[in-house]
C-alpha cells in the first residue's frame, strides 16, 4: 500500500508568483490535513478536509486555500507568494473513525526568491 | 488557544536514557502525540495517550498527566538513529481531530 504521497517533492519560486502542491492520501483514508513546518519549528495546521468540505482552517491568510477532490486527494494553493510562505509542506491522512492515526507525506519544499 | 511548550534541543550519548518533556495549555483535552521527524522526512506517530499514565512501546515510553498538563516522551538505550526532532502535539476537545503542534526538541545523541 503506497502511504501518503506529495508532489511535487521540491520546488523554486518567484515572489509575487502562485503555487499548487498536490496530496494523494493513503487509500481509504477521507481526511486530509495541510500543515507548514518552518525551518526550526513545529508543523503549523493550515487547512482539512473531509468528504470534499473543509472542517477546519489554521490561522493563515486567504492567499492560502484548498480544495479535495472526489477521489479524497487534495490541492493546496498558496497566491501572491511571500519570502516567508518558504516552508516544508506537508500533508496528512486519517482514516474514519481513526482518532489518532495521522500518516505524514514526506512533504513539498517551497522556496521563494 | 493552545499553548505547547518543549525544550529546544537536548543531548545524550549513545546507550543512555532521555526524558523530553512537554507542557501544554489548552481549553479543552482530547489526547497527547509524540511523533518522531528525521531532517527533510515526514513526521512519524510514536505514541497517542488519552489517559493518565505510562506506556510503554519497546525502547520508547510516553507519559501523560492531564491535571498538571504535562507530558513526557523517555527514550532508553539511545542509539544514533534516535538523532531527531520529537513533536509534542495535543488534541482539544471538538471533534475535529486536529492536532497542534509544539515547536519540537532536537535531540542529538553522539557516541
Known amino acids: 500500500d503506497a502511504g501518503v504521497t506529495q508532489s511535487p517533492t521540491h520546488l523554486i519560486k518567484t515572489r509575487g508568483q502562485h503555487v499548487t502542491l498536490r496530496c494523494s492520501p493513503i487509500?481509504?483514508?477521507?481526511?486530509v490535513s495541510w500543515y507548514q513546518q518552518v525551518l526550526g519549528q513545529g508543523p503549523q495546521f493550515i487547512f482539512q478536509?473531509?468528504?470534499?468540505?473543509?472542517?477546519g482552517r489554521g490561522n493563515f491568510p486567504d492567499r492560502f486555500s484548498a480544495r479535495q477532490f472526489p477521489n479524497y486527494s487534495s490541492e493546496l494553493n498558496v497566491n501572491a507568494l511571500l519570502l516567508g510562505d518558504s516552508a516544508l509542506y506537508l500533508c496528512?491522512?486519517?482514516?474514519?473513525?481513526?482518532?489518532?492515526?495521522?500518516?505524514f507525506g514526506s512533504g513539498t519544499r517551497l522556496t521563494v526568491v | 488557544g493552545q499553548n505547547i511548550d518543549q525544550p529546544t534541543e537536548m543531548t545524550a550519548t549513545e546507550g543512555a536514557i532521555v526524558q523530553i518533556n512537554c507542557t501544554y495549555q489548552?481549553?479543552?483535552?482530547?489526547?497527547l502525540f509524540w511523533y518522531q521527524q528525521h531532517a527533510g522526512e515526514a513526521p512519524t506517530f510514536l505514541s497517542y495517550?488519552?489517559?493518565?499514565g505510562l506506556e510503554e512501546k519497546g525502547r520508547f515510553s510516553s507519559f501523560l498527566s492531564r491535571s498538571k498538563g504535562y507530558s513526557y516522551l523517555l527514550l532508553k538505550e539511545l542509539q544514533m538513529k534516535d538523532s531527531a526532532s520529537y513533536l509534542c502535539?495535543?488534541?482539544?476537545?471538538?471533534?475535529?481531530?486536529?492536532?497542534?503542534f509544539g515547536r519540537g526538541t532536537s535531540l542529538i545523541v553522539h557516541p
Open positions: 496528512a491522512s486519517r482514516a474514519d473513525g481513526s482518532g489518532y492515526g495521522y500518516t
Open positions: 487509500s481509504g483514508h477521507k481526511s
Open positions: 478536509y473531509y468528504e470534499k468540505e473543509e472542517r
Open positions: 489548552t481549553s479543552g483535552f482530547n489526547g
Open positions: 495517550n488519552v489517559l493518565d
Open positions: 502535539a495535543v488534541r482539544a476537545s471538538g471533534g475535529s481531530y486536529i492536532p497542534t
